[in-house]
């Protein structure tokens, strides 16, 4: 009886997989019980007591990310068209049914070491941490599929995320550095040489997006002045990334990053925009982004943060600080530049107690890190926290990051933005408040 119905088990199974379109890919699985959805890219499924399943429309593979909703961070995920993939996340450890290869995506980050490089690392360190600890992650790779059918071309590509996980840090360590007049050495991106980047199916990893912007505009001359820098940088991309989704992406951060700064000639600007990226019309997000970006300009009304939360639980809002001057600002306990100011802003708190407060709004998902860190330092400010993407302060302020200040008079009007302390423009701004 057994052998009999295992055998009609297998029979269905492979009626199933036969019967799946050759442009859907049939998910399925189970989760622990307080899930209650999970989303691939920008698909949503729901599940009911712990059980999902439901067919996605994919006209060829992919890779994209996968997140139960219980989950702080997204996992890469592989979708083979016309197949099915069975998950088991009731576990730490992943599990996927035949698949190997989703198993390894899935549990990357307990499979592989952990890298150590940071960008507050000396020139030497840095170099010496990847030599050491690439290796072994590379090597791991291979001793986990030894002996797999798993394809090679798969096996190839996971070593490509791991050299864009390098790039991307490579990049950052070396903004950090230069900003503190660092310069560094160009041949340690002598690696990228080994990296695909035209490589269609990498495009969406967010290590390989965000490491190209930086590579790529590394290659615009420091000589170009800030007035023409987005056309220069415009002409860079054209020129080097062959990716149109990652040309576009670049492309759309430039302008964004142009409109911002008035020496450069906008309307210029849009025209290469729609010429590359599509026509504008009114309801467009970059023309929404350009009228926030003249609301935030010195001499306009503040715009509210809405109400967030302080360190003691209690809700409070702009309106809270009528009738002080206030520097608002933006920060997280992961931004190393949010610290390297901290010093300047004490000092000006200390030299200045009567001329302004500072209102610190923290962009932390974790209330308990927060608290944590802010027990461990020095600073006297008014804190709050937003860990909402979507909340009121982020999109009335244009916060996509950290390390973002404005000054505010006691009538709430704008009195400078994006000054960060250690600029002696906001100390004479501030000397001047009454």
Not at 163 to 175: Q, V
Not at 240 to 259: A, E, H, P
Request: hydrophobic letters at 40%; one cysteine or more; aromatic letters at 14%.
């Amino acid at each position: 009886m057994r052998i009999i119905l295992y055998f009609t088990f297998v029979f269905f199974a492979l009626i199933v997989e036969a019967q799946i379109p050759e442009n859907k890919i049939f998910v399925s699985g189970e989760t622990p019980p307080e899930v209650e959805f999970l989303t691939i890219a920008e698909d949503t499924i729901y599940v009911k007591d712990g059980e999902f399943s439901d067919s996605l429309f994919r006209e060829q593979s992919e890779y994209n990310y996968l997140r139960l909703d219980s989950w702080k961070w997204p996992r890469i995920v592989y979708l083979e068209s016309g197949k099915s993939i069975s998950f088991d996340f009731r576990k730490e450890y992943a599990n996927v049914e035949d698949d190997l290869f989703n198993e390894f995506l899935l549990n990357t980050d307990s499979i592989l070491t952990t890298y150590t490089a940071r960008w507050d690392f000396t020139d030497s360190e840095f170099r010496k941490t990847w030599q050491k600890e690439l290796p072994v992650n590379l090597e791991k790779i291979d001793n986990f599929f030894a002996g797999s059918q798993t394809p090679q071309l798969l096996i190839h590509e996971l070593k490509q995320m791991e050299l864009m996980k390098r790039a991307h840090r490579t990049a950052n360590f070396i903004s950090f550095q230069e900003k503190k007049d660092k310069p560094i050495d160009r041949n340690i991106y002598a690696f990228v040489d080994s990296i695909d980047l035209k490589n269609e199916r990498l495009a969406f990893h967010v290590n390989n997006r965000n490491f190209q912007y930086y590579y790529f505009l590394d290659k615009v001359s420091p000589e170009v002045p800030d007035s023409v820098y987005p056309f220069a940088a415009i002409d860079t991309v054209l020129k080097y990334v062959s990716i149109l989704d990652i040309r576009n992406m670049i492309i759309g951060k430039v302008v964004k990053s142009g409109l911002y700064d008035e020496t450069v000639n906008h309307d210029d600007l849009f025209l290469l925009y729609e010429k590359y990226i599509g026509k504008i019309s009114k309801d467009d997000k970059i023309v929404k982004l350009y009228q926030k970006i003249q609301d935030l300009k010195v001499g306009n009304k503040a715009p509210e943060f809405g109400e967030l939360y302080n360190l003691q639980g209690a809700k409070i809002s702009l309106e809270d600080f009528k009738g002080k001057n206030i520097l608002l600002s933006a920060w997280g306990t992961w931004c190393p530049y949010c610290k390297e100011e901290l010093a300047p802003l004490n000092n000006l708190l200390t030299k200045y107690p009567d001329k302004f407060e500072n209102v610190a709004i923290s962009l932390d998902k974790d209330a308990e890190i927060w608290k944590g860190y802010l027990g461990e330092i020095e600073w006297p400010a008014h804190h709050l926290i937003d860990p909402n993407k979507q909340s009121t302060f982020r999109n009335n302020y244009l916060i996509s990051g950290t390390n973002l200040y404005f000054l505010i008079d006691k009538s709430g009007i704008i009195i400078a933005s994006y000054l960060k302390p250690s600029n002696e423009q906001l100390e004479e701004l501030i000397k001047s408040l009454d």
